[in-house]
């Protein structure tokens, strides 16, 4: 949802010009067809100055973006907290923000316009190990954004699509996913830094198992990894359950990895076995039949 702060400038007389303080075009200073770079909070903004206005393709910057949250926050705040335990407050999200740098361009991908009964274009649909993998795009009355899906039905070592034309470093993939089916394993995936089928990051969760682990793929030989803070074990024992929607997701930078199950911060990894840009895509594993919606990715630059 795009947000948006009051503008101290008057209405744009200019399909190109900028507020100084809010976003471009923003509701204070309305245009037509608001199509403009706004300079301040660096946020590209096509079609009409509404939500939907970046429902598609957004470039934020990652300060601004805390800088706007943070505001929204401090002005909440700023009404309960005494004084001496607002300082502090505030004093921490300021160091909040500026931990937060560069610009984040982020894409969701809802399988909506492809044809159903079909493999979606721009994807390699393919597997590590052996198989036949069945990746199509299917009509689902409950999507979380319908009408249509991505459905692995196939069965195979594992499973994988890959979105070709991403090279993502440092960033983020999350992935909305309903575990159907499968008696011998019933997970679904996400992966990164993907060369091939057979080097990449994987996070997985698993409704047989109840759990969600993260390996490291390389040469095709899947390894988990430990978690940071921990020794030994295997991933993190959560809920899965089958039938229903869960979100999953991993923030990456440099060799540490954050993953995010249902909104809540599950564990983190630090490994250094791939560490140039690479693929994002998504992975099941032998007879899982799993349903994927709302795949978002986004680079950190």
Known sequence: MMVSLPCRKSAPTRRDELCSEGIAFCCACSAAEPAALCTFHRIWVKGRDSADAVANTTTVSGMALMSIALRSIMDTVAAFLPRSSL???????????????????????????????????????????????????????????KPNVLKQSGRATFPLAIKSDTAIRNGFVE?????????????????????????????????????????????????????????????????????QWHVLRCDFAGNRFKVTYDGKSLFEVEDASIVDAGMIGLWTKADSVTLFDDLTYGEIK
């Open 87 to 145: 300082r502090a407050w505030l004093a921490a999200a300021f160091a909040l923000s500026l931990s937060v740098g560069g610009n984040a361009v982020a894409e969701t991908l809802n399988f909506d316009n492809a044809p159903a009964g079909m493999p979606p274009d721009g994807w390699t649909l393919t597997m590590t190990g052996r198989g036949e993998p069945k990746w199509t795009v299917e009509a689902e009355p409950s999507a979380p954004s």
């Open 175 to 243: 992935v909305k996913f309903k575990a159907v089916a499968g008696s011998e394993d019933r997970a679904a995936g996400l992966i990164w830094r993907a060369k091939d089928a057979n080097n990449y990051y994987v996070v997985r969760a698993n409704a047989l198992e109840d759990n969600v682990v993260l390996y490291k793929t390389i040469k095709g030989v899947r390894t988990s990894l430990e978690i940071v803070g921990r020794k030994g074990g295997y991933g993190v024992s959560t809920p899965v359950t089958s039938g």
